[in-house]
Structures are given as structure tokens and as C-alpha cells.
């Protein structure tokens, strides 16, 4: 198994719901990312997860969450979202180790969110 | 801190026109390098990726790329560009000794038929 998966692909909800996003990846990998990305513009990087720890949270509001249960499952928890947070999410792994091949970042297909 | 500057935000081509987008990287270390593309609606797909050895890359779609450490370049070349290659751009590298990637604004093509 070489992708990263993602679900839901699409996600509406209101500002006062509470959802997660799941991302997952059977490759063995040990850092896993979480991305946002507006249209048009380029991914930018939110959390990042190395051996299931966090070790980079990219000043993210509190009402994004992260977790990492298990090395190849990463949720983002989302709760009181604004509008202005519509957007497409997108999750990716990497080896680490091995090298500098260990920084190759495989992306999942992201999940679309739209914030109401 | 590490910055990667794409110098065309657009560009406009008909189809079998040549194809060269432009990337420069901030770091003066050892890095990886990486060109990604994302189709309309669609998400990111690694089109090469550089570590190390030869410095001219094939990628998938017949995409190209030249390391030029002395420029601290990474273009982009295809010889012959099909429509089907519009799509947005992205240029993106780590330094060797961490796996955060920098990317940049992104070049949108749009390849008339």
C-alpha cells in the first residue's frame, strides 16, 4: 500500500459543530502532517507528527486539534470553525530515516471543507 | 529561515510550445528538491524530486529538471506541453536534516489547444 488516505473527501458544517478529519497511511511511515490549503495558494504546513509525538504546531488556533493514536492514523479535530477556515486540508507522511529519502512527503487527496 | 521564489505566477502557452518555470531556494546547505503539481480540483502529485547524483531529473509526463547548486535553481522544462498539462505549479524543498517542506506561491499554466 503506497497512498495516503483521507476522509471524508468533502465536509460542510456549521460553526458550532464538532467534526474530524482522519487520515491514514500503511507505508510504514513516521511523520505524518497535517497542511491547509486556500485556493490557489500553496499548501501551508499546520502540524507536524514524528513517532507519534508532535514536534512542530505552526501557531494553529486552538480550535484545530491534532491527534496521532497510532503511527499510521492522524486525525484533526475541528470544533466552533470560522468560515474564513474553508478550505482543502491535506495530510502527508514521510519515511524519516533512511537517509534524505526520508524527507520525501507523499500527500493523501485531502479532505474539502466548507465552514457555514 | 528557508524561502523558494517562483518567478511566473502565470503563464500562458499554446500547445507543443516549450515550457521552462523558474525556482530559486534560500538555502545555502545540502537540500531536497521537488516539483509538485495540482490539476484543477484536484490534489498535489510529485512530479520528480532531487537528493542527490545527477543534477537533471526526469519526472513523470515527460517534466524535467536541472539542479544548478551555483544558482540555487531547480527548474522546471518540458519540451512540448499538451493542454492537459494546465494545472498550478509548485516548487518545494527541505533542508537534508529535517522534512518540513518550503514551498513556493506556485505557477499557474494554462495551455491553450
Known amino acids: 500500500d503506497t497512498e495516503v488516505t483521507q476522509t471524508p473527501k468533502h465536509l460542510v458544517m456549521g460553526m458550532t459543530n464538532k467534526k474530524s478529519l482522519k487520515c491514514e497511511q500503511h507505508m510504514g511511515h513516521r511523520a505524518m502532517y497535517w497542511y491547509k490549503q486556500k485556493a490557489k495558494k500553496p499548501p501551508e504546513l499546520m502540524f507536524v507528527y514524528s513517532y507519534e509525538k508532535l514536534s512542530i504546531n505552526e501557531s494553529v488556533p486552538s480550535r484545530f486539534s491534532p491527534e496521532c493514536p497510532n503511527s499510521s492514523l492522524l486525525n484533526l479535530h475541528l470544533h466552533a470553525l470560522q468560515p474564513e477556515d474553508s478550505a482543502l486540508y491535506l495530510c502527508a507522511s514521510s519515511p524519516l530515516g533512511g537517509g534524505r529519502a526520508g524527507n520525501e512527503q507523499f500527500f493523501g487527496p485531502g479532505t474539502r471543507l466548507t465552514v457555514l | ?113
Open chain 2, 1 to 113: 529561515a528557508q524561502s523558494v521564489s517562483q518567478h511566473n505566477h502565470h503563464v500562458i502557452l499554446s500547445e507543443a510550445a516549450s515550457l521552462e518555470l523558474g525556482c530559486n531556494y534560500s538555502y545555502g546547505g545540502t537540500v531536497n528538491l521537488f516539483w509538485y503539481v495540482q490539476y484543477p480540483g484536484q490534489h498535489l502529485q510529485l512530479l520528480l524530486k532531487y537528493f542527490s547524483g545527477d543534477p537533471l531529473v526526469k519526472g513523470i509526463k515527460g517534466f524535467e529538471a536541472e539542479f544548478i547548486k551555483s544558482k540555487f535553481s531547480f527548474n522546471l522544462r518540458k519540451p512540448s506541453v499538451q493542454w492537459s498539462d494546465t494545472a498550478e505549479y509548485f516548487c518545494a524543498v527541505t533542508n537534508s536534516g529535517y522534512s518540513t517542506l518550503t514551498f513556493g506561491k506556485g505557477t499557474m499554466l494554462l495551455v491553450s489547444p
